[in-house]
């Protein structure tokens, strides 16, 4: 197994090439990027956000490190890592792997621990950079950038996955950097998912609103997989840093969080629908 950091990278600014040299990167028209002390590289301008500190906060990725790293969604973990290496007849054992919304890097650690056959050319993206410094403190092998999927730092057709796990999709991007017959990997809350919680901390629930049914242009549907599992947590601080890891925490009330901060234990469903869309060009 190897595992290499992706580098066709695009300048964030104009989309030309970037070439890296030490700690910076910079492309033809001299726009530079540095490599933070930490591993990470930064190529979200100040320009391009809409706020002083986009994405997850510290708190966030810390709950969520926390929760992923203890294995309870190892079950959709290795749902993933199936879906993007079931290769075809005519690809190579070389794949070029973007985590669109990567937070801290759980995700694609488990793929490279997966992929013992194929050689890996990884990055993870996050508009946080919280989440970037995480997953770099925790693998240095995957390229972790700090970036958007509105405007993706990577250079044109490069692309053989993209994963977009829990996020947001932005298809006309992710059609831009994948190669044609590339995968799009999409996972999704399904309609249960932790149901259990959100009826402890909701007054009442409202129906899911699903993704759409149909492929978006560009792509073309390769198939669904749900993932669907009971989950106990049993301890008050497993439950708070599930609920801190979602955006439940924020929709909640202030009653509702108090009732879910009172438990001691609970079971909830797990369901995650995997949708694997292909790039037909």
């Known amino acids: 197994?190897?595992?290499?950091?992706f580098d066709a990278l695009a300048c964030p600014l104009d989309g030309?090439?970037?070439?890296?040299?030490?700690?910076c990167w910079r492309c033809p028209a001299g726009h530079s990027f540095d490599v933070a002390r930490q591993g990470y590289l930064h190529l979200l301008p100040v320009q391009k956000k809409r706020s002083l500190a986009p994405g997850d906060s510290r708190e966030m990725v810390a709950a969520r490190r926390h929760f992923l790293n203890a294995g309870y969604y190892r079950?959709?973990?290795?749902?993933?890592?199936?879906?993007v290496l079931q290769c075809t007849s005519d690809e190579a054992d070389r794949l070029a792997c973007l985590d669109a919304g990567c937070g801290e890097g759980y995700y694609l650690r488990q793929l490279?621990?997966?992929?013992?056959?194929?050689?890996?050319?990884?990055?993870?993206?996050?508009?946080?950079?919280?989440a970037a410094l995480a997953a770099a403190k925790q693998d240095k092998r995957p390229r972790w950038v700090v970036g958007s999927n509105a405007n993706i730092p990577v250079l044109p057709g490069t692309l053989d996955r993209i994963l977009?796990?829990?996020?947001?999709?932005?298809?006309t991007e992710f059609a831009r950097v994948l190669k044609t017959g590339g995968l799009l990997i999409r996972a999704d809350a399904g309609p249960n998912h932790l149901r259990e919680l959100r009826e402890i901390i909701y007054p009442s629930l409202k129906p899911e609103k699903l993704p759409a049914s149909e492929a978006p242009e560009g792509f073309s549907l390769v198939d669904t997989e749900t993932v669907c599992y009971?989950?106990?947590l049993e301890s008050p601080e497993v439950i708070a840093d599930l609920l801190a890891m979602t955006p439940h925490l924020y929709r909640a009330s202030v009653e509702g969080r108090e009732r879910a901060a009172q438990l001691d234990r609970l079971t909830v469903t797990v369901e995650v629908q995997l949708v694997r869309l292909q790039h037909v060009g």
Do not use: H, R
């Open 16 to 23: 030309e090439p970037l070439a890296g040299s030490g700690t």
């Open 164 to 171: 977009c796990l829990f996020g947001f999709p932005v298809y």
């Open 112 to 130: 490279a621990a997966e992929s013992a056959n194929t050689q890996l050319s990884v990055i993870g993206l996050d508009i946080s950079k919280w």
């Open 230 to 232: 009971p989950l106990t």
């Open 75 to 83: 079950p959709v973990a290795e749902a993933v890592n199936a879906a």
């Open 1 to 5: 197994m190897t595992i290499d950091p």
